[in-house]
C-alpha cells in the first residue's frame, strides 16, 4: 500500500540518532535543519564522523559516550512527553541485531523508527527533498531506490522557475492578509458565520464554485465576502508558474486595490487591474553570439533574440547574427572605436536602464562569451547596483572554436598539455606581459592584430619591464592568424613568429580576428622550410555537410522512385513477379506506400 506522506513539524523535537558515521552524521544534518534536537548515541571509542564531531563541539549535537540502552527510547526525550524520544534513527544497518531490537522497541512503544536500508523495519522512511524557503518538494520510491528519488526529485525541480520559493512566500503572505481583513469585516459587520474554510483550499475536489466569476459587485453577501480570496486562489490554479514567479508586492497591491473599490462598471475594474500589471520592471539578458557564424548561436540566445523587446550590440557582432533581429525588434549598435570605448560603454549602460525602467526586456548582445574579455561581469555589477537582476547565457568563444575552424587542435598527445587564453590590449590600452614560453603550450591572443608587431618583440625577445624568469619564445614557433573564424570569409594564414608580421603587412587585416601561437599550430598543417607563410581562404565546413545530406536524400529519392518503377512493372505483368529478399528490404523501407500485387520474397 502507498505510505501517507506528511509534514511534520519537529521543532525542539528529540530525535535519537544511533551510530556515529557519515549516516549518521546526515541524520543529525537533517534534524538540526527542521527544527530538531538530536541526540547520538555511540561508544566513546569510536571513530566520530567530522561532521558529527563539529556539530558536537558547537553544542548543536548532545553526545551520550556509550553503548544503546533500552531505557534511551524513556528518559532522553522532552519533560511535556514524559521523556519518551520523538523518533529514533538507526545507522548500524538492516541486518545488523541491534536494528532489529530497536526496531521492535520502537514499534512496542509507538515511537517513530527509521532504520537504514531497511523499509520492513522502518515506520518512516525519509524523502529525497528540494527545500526553497517555505517550497518544499519531497519524492519516494517506496524503499525501492533512493538514486531513483534523487534523479526524480532532480528532473522535477528543474522545470520550476528560479527562487519560486519567494513567490510561494509571498503569495502566503497576501492569502493570510486578505483572510485577516474579511475577517474583521466580517466581525465590523457583526456577521459570526461564514468564515472561509482553509482546508477547502488544501482539497483536491473543488467546489463548483471556484471558477465561479470574481464580479466587483456580488448580489450574494456569502459570495462577496470571499471574492477576494477566490480570486487569489484562481490565480494560484491558473497562472503560469513563470508569471507567478514574477508577480511582486507592487503587482499583489495593485490589483488588490482595484477589487476593493466599489466600481459599478466590472469592465472597469478589470481594466484597471490588467493596468496595475502592466507596468513592470524590465529584464536584462547578456547574452553571447559566438565566433560569427549563425549556426554556432546557441538555442538560448536564439530565444532571447527573438524575444527581446530592445537590443544593443557590440559593433562585432556579424551581420549574418544581427539578420536574425525582428524587423520590429529597434537594435543600437555600440559606437566603440578607438579612444571612445569608455564612453560608447556609459551609452549602453544609460540605455539599458532607460529601456528596463519602460519595462522592457533587454538584450545585451556580445561577441563570442561575455564573460571572456567581454566587460561582462563589469555590465552584470552594474545592473545589480541599480536593481536589476542580470541573466548571463554563454557563447562560443572563438578563442576555442576558430583554431578548432582553422585546423589547429590547442591540445594533443605529446605536442601540446595545455592552453592559455591572454588578451593583447590591457586596460587603458596597455600591453599586458605575455605567457613564457613552453614547448608544450598554445596560447591564443584576443584582441591582438592591432598591435602585432609589438607582442611578437616581447614574445621573442627580453623585455625589461618582464619578470626575470620569463622565457622568450623561439622565432621558429609555428603560429597562425585567424580571422572572421566561421564566416564564409574566413582567412587562415600559417607562419611562424619570424615571419608573422610581415604576412599579415602584406595580406592586410580583417577584422575581427586573432593568433594561437604553439607547436599545436602544425600538428594538421605544416609550412614547409622554405615558405615563409601560406594564406588560407574561404569556410565553408558548417554549410558541407547539409549540402552533402540534401544531395543523399536526393540520391535516395531517386532510389526508391526505380525501385517502385520496378514493383509497379512487376505487378502490371500477366504473369505477376517476384522480387528478391535485397528488393523487398528495400521496399519495406518506403514509407507511406502501397503496390496491389502478389510479392514472393
Same mark, same amino acid.
Given at each position: 500500500m502507498p505510505a501517507l506522506l506528511t509534514a511534520?513539524?519537529?521543532?525542539?523535537?528529540?530525535?535519537?540518532?544511533?551510530?556515529?558515521?557519515?549516516?549518521? *552524521?546526515?541524520?543529525?544534518?537533517?534534524?538540526?535543519?527542521?527544527?530538531?534536537?538530536?541526540?547520538?548515541?555511540?561508544p566513546e571509542h569510536d571513530d566520530l564522523h567530522f561532521t558529527l564531531a563539529k556539530h558536537i563541539e558547537g553544542g548543536r549535537v548532545q553526545w551520550t559516550k556509550r553503548d544503546f540502552e533500552?531505557?534511551?527510547?524513556?528518559?532522553l526525550g522532552r519533560e511535556e512527553v514524559d521523556h519518551v524520544v520523538d523518533a529514533v534513527f538507526v545507522t548500524s544497518g538492516p541486518k545488523h541485531p541491534l536494528s532489529i531490537r530497536i526496531s521492535s522497541l520502537c514499534k512496542r512503544l509507538r515511537i517513530p523508527v527509521n532504520v537504514v536500508d531497511a523499509p520492513q523495519l522502518c515506520t518512516f522512511t525519509l524523502l529525497s527533498t528540494y527545500s526553497d524557503g517555505p517550497l518544499q518538494i519531497g519524492i519516494t520510491t517506496s524503499g525501492r531506490g533512493c538514486k531513483l528519488a534523487s534523479r526524480i526529485r532532480r528532473e522535477i525541480t528543474t522545470i520550476l522557475p528560479r527562487d519560486f520559493g519567494a513567490a510561494v512566500d509571498r503569495l502566503g503572505t497576501i492569502r493570510r492578509k486578505i483572510w485577516e481583513e474579511d475577517k474583521l469585516a466580517e466581525l465590523r459587520q457583526g456577521q459570526?458565520?461564514?468564515?472561509?474554510?482553509?482546508?477547502?483550499?488544501?482539497?483536491?475536489n473543488q467546489?463548483?464554485?471556484f471558477n465561479t466569476l470574481v464580479k466587483e459587485a456580488e448580489p450574494d453577501?456569502?459570495?462577496?465576502?470571499?471574492?477576494?480570496? &477566490?480570486?487569489?486562489?484562481?490565480?494560484?490554479?491558473?497562472?503560469?508558474?513563470?508569471?507567478? *514567479?514574477?508577480?511582486?508586492?507592487?503587482?499583489?497591491?495593485?490589483?488588490?486595490? *482595484?477589487? &476593493?473599490?466599489?466600481?459599478?462598471?466590472?469592465?472597469?475594474?478589470?481594466?484597471?487591474?490588467?493596468?496595475?500589471? &502592466?507596468?513592470?520592471?524590465?529584464?536584462?539578458?547578456?547574452?553571447?553570439s559566438g565566433p560569427g557564424h549563425a549556426s554556432m548561436l546557441t538555442v538560448a540566445t536564439h530565444e532571447a533574440i527573438k524575444n527581446a523587446h530592445y537590443i544593443l550590440a557590440d559593433k562585432l557582432v556579424p551581420a549574418e547574427i544581427l539578420e536574425l533581429i525582428p524587423r520590429r525588434t529597434p537594435v543600437h549598435i555600440a559606437r566603440k572605436f578607438p579612444g571612445n570605448a569608455d564612453a560608447a560603454q556609459d551609452e549602453m549602460h544609460e540605455l539599458a536602464l532607460a529601456a528596463m525602467k519602460e519595462g522592457k526586456h533587454v538584450l545585451r548582445l556580445k561577441q563570442g562569451d561575455p564573460y571572456l574579455y567581454g566587460r561582462g561581469a563589469e555590465e552584470v555589477t552594474y545592473f545589480r547596483e541599480r536593481g536589476f537582476q542580470v541573466r548571463v547565457l554563454p557563447g562560443i568563444t572563438s578563442a576555442l572554436s576558430a583554431p578548432l575552424f582553422a585546423g589547429?587542435?590547442?591540445?594533443?598527445?605529446?605536442?601540446?598539455?595545455?592552453?592559455?587564453?591572454c588578451t593583447g590590449t590591457g586596460r587603458k590600452g596597455a600591453a599586458p606581459e605575455p605567457p613564457s614560453y613552453r614547448k608544450s603550450k598554445t596560447v591564443v591572443f584576443l584582441m591582438a592584430l592591432h598591435r602585432l608587431e609589438s607582442l611578437i618583440g616581447s614574445l621573442t625577445g627580453k623585455d625589461e619591464a618582464s619578470s626575470g624568469s620569463r622565457v622568450s619564445w623561439p622565432k621558429n614557433t609555428p603560429c597562425?592568424?585567424?580571422?572572421?573564424?566561421?564566416?564564409?570569409?574566413?582567412?587562415?594564414?600559417?607562419?611562424?613568429?619570424?615571419?608573422v608580421c610581415q604576412a599579415v603587412e602584406e595580406e592586410g587585416s580583417r577584422p575581427p580576428g586573432l593568433i594561437v601561437v604553439g607547436a599545436a599550430c602544425e600538428v594538421l598543417h605544416k609550412v614547409g622550410n622554405d615558405t615563409r607563410w601560406v594564406v588560407e581562404e574561404?569556410?565553408?565546413?558548417?554549410?558541407? *555537410?547539409g549540402q552533402e545530406s540534401d544531395e543523399f536524400a536526393a540520391l535516395q529519392e531517386l532510389q526508391d522512385q526505380n525501385l517502385l518503377d520496378e514493383v509497379q512493372a512487376k505487378a502490371d505483368s500477366p504473369v505477376g513477379g517476384s522480387l528478391n529478399v535485397s528488393q523487398a528490404s528495400e521496399f519495406a523501407r518506403i514509407p507511406q506506400m502501397s503496390v496491389q500485387a502478389d510479392i514472393q520474397a
Open positions: 511534520q513539524n519537529c521543532s525542539d523535537n528529540v530525535h535519537l540518532i544511533v551510530g556515529s558515521g557519515h549516516l549518521a *552524521a546526515s541524520r543529525c544534518s537533517k534534524s538540526l535543519e527542521v527544527g530538531g534536537k538530536p541526540i547520538l548515541v555511540a533500552e531505557q534511551d527510547l524513556k528518559t459570526e458565520s461564514g468564515q472561509l474554510d482553509e482546508e477547502d483550499e488544501e482539497s483536491e467546489k463548483h464554485t453577501p456569502e459570495i462577496a465576502r470571499t471574492r477576494r480570496m &477566490r480570486w487569489l486562489s484562481q490565480i494560484c490554479e491558473y497562472w503560469p508558474l513563470k508569471r507567478l *514567479a514574477a508577480i511582486n508586492d507592487e503587482d499583489i497591491s495593485g490589483i488588490l486595490n *482595484a477589487y &476593493r473599490r466599489n466600481s459599478q462598471n466590472h469592465q472597469e475594474s478589470v481594466q484597471e487591474a490588467v493596468a496595475a500589471l &502592466r507596468v513592470r520592471k524590465g529584464t536584462i539578458t547578456l547574452a553571447g589547429i587542435p590547442v591540445t594533443h598527445r605529446a605536442v601540446a598539455d595545455q592552453v592559455v587564453v597562425a592568424v585567424i580571422e572572421r573564424a566561421s564566416c564564409p570569409d574566413q582567412r587562415v594564414i600559417r607562419s611562424t613568429l619570424e615571419h574561404g569556410f565553408k565546413g558548417l554549410e558541407q *555537410a
